[in-house]
Structure formats: C-alpha cells, structure tokens
C-alpha cells in the first residue's frame, strides 16, 4: 500500500508569485483534503476535493485553488503569494465517509520572502 | 467562527508521569478525532470518537468525548520518551464536509528521561 506522496519537499518563493503544489493520494483512497499548518499551530482546512470537485472549502481566499485528477491526486495553487503564506502545507487523503479517518503526507514547507 | 481549543499549550513531564491533554469546542460536535504530530512529521492518526460520553482505549492512551460532545481529552500513563510530540484534537460539525476538520492548536508533550 503507498502512502500518500508530496512534492516538492520545500520551496521558497517570493512574494507576488505563484505556487503549485502536488499530492498522490494514499491507494484506494478517493478524497483529497489540503491544510495549511503555521508554525507552532494546528492544521487549517484550506478545501477538499471529491470526484475532481470542490467539496468544501475553509477560509481561505480565491487565490487558494485546486485540482484533482482522475488518479485521485491533486494540486493546490497559490497565486500572488504573500509573506503569511509561508506555511507547512499538508495534504490529507481519505475515503468519503462521514468522519474518515486523514492519512497526511509529508508536507511541502513553502517559505515566503 | 467555530473554534476547538486546547490546553496547556505545553507539556513537560518525567518519563513514568502521567498526561492529560483537555480540548473544548465552542460548538456541539459530529466527532473528534485525535492525531499525533512527531517533531518534524506528519499529523498521523490516533483514535476517532462519535457517541456521547465515548471512553476508548489504547495501550496506555485513553480518550473521552464529553455527554455534551463538546469536549474531549486524551489521557497517557505512565508516559514514554516515545510519547514525545504535539497532540492535536480535531473536531467536524454536523453538516460539514468530512474534511473539514477544526483543529486546535496542540499539546505539545516532551518526557524528561
């Protein structure tokens, strides 16, 4: 069974531009969640996405958007980024049921400058 | 907004102490699960709670969601230098999507060998 994947591991970025960030969801799994985690602080839902569409959303701006594929992986776009964008970004897969169980990735650390 | 808080903040005791982190959720919840954060890793999932008054077990670890399900803690004996790392509750609301969690802002637990 694999786990679920992120890429890249870290990346840095200035303000104003854009990022996309990846995930491979854990085998069997058809839902994809993404969370943004600062420093010293818990996961933030940021959207999830189910049958490639949106299925919630937290609050975050539009300029945090997302995809998922066929394959059930995913990407999670910032555009113009700013200095409190710089985060652990987490992505979560599971099944859709009611209070499923999150199996995270690693993380992608995007630093700001 | 909905906010799930927890307390202490930190967490510093003698191998072979007990633990107890408390989380409180500003509204009635569908359930709450508890998540383990390694120093440097991934949320890996705990336990998931559903029923009023609920009371599992693992090993050592024990957890409670409160008659209200309104609030819930983890309790660890005789703790381990393996117990080390942040413990986050995350409670859903009825309703939302399953993905989105609320989480707090984590114990975080270090075990003086």
């Known amino acids: 069974e694999t786990g679920v994947t992120q890429s890249p591991t870290h990346l840095i970025k200035t303000r104003g531009q854009q990022v996309t960030l990846r995930c491979s969801s854990q085998?069997?799994?058809?839902?994809v969640s993404w969370y943004q985690q600062a420093l010293g602080q818990g996961p933030q839902f940021i959207f999830q996405y189910y049958r490639e569409e949106e299925n919630g959303r937290g609050n975050f701006p539009p300029r945090f958007s997302g995809l998922q594929f066929p394959n059930y992986s995913s990407e999670l776009n910032v555009n113009a980024l700013e200095l409190d964008d710089s985060a652990l970004y987490l992505c979560?897969?599971?099944?859709?049921?009611?209070?499923?169980?999150?199996?995270f990735g690693p993380g992608t650390r995007l630093t700001v400058l | 907004g909905q906010q799930v808080m927890q307390i202490p903040q930190y967490q510093h005791v003698q191998e072979g102490e007990d633990f107890t982190t408390y989380c409180n959720s500003s509204?009635?919840?569908?359930?709450i699960q508890w998540y383990k954060q390694r120093p440097g890793g991934h949320p890996v999932f705990l336990i998931q709670l559903v029923k009023s008054g609920e009371v599992k077990k693992q090993k050592r670890l024990t957890f409670q969601f409160g008659e209200a399900k309104k609030n819930s803690s983890l309790h660890i004996t005789a703790t381990q230098t393996t117990d080390v790392g942040t413990y986050f509750c995350?409670?859903?609301?009825?309703?939302?999507?399953?993905?989105?969690?609320?989480f707090g802002k984590g114990t975080k637990l270090s075990v003086k060998p």
């Open positions: 995350a409670g859903l609301n009825y309703g939302g999507s399953q993905g989105n969690l609320i």
């Open positions: 979560a897969s599971s099944l859709i049921l009611a209070g499923a169980e999150q199996f």
């Open positions: 509204t009635t919840l569908s359930n």
């Open positions: 085998s069997g799994h058809n839902t």
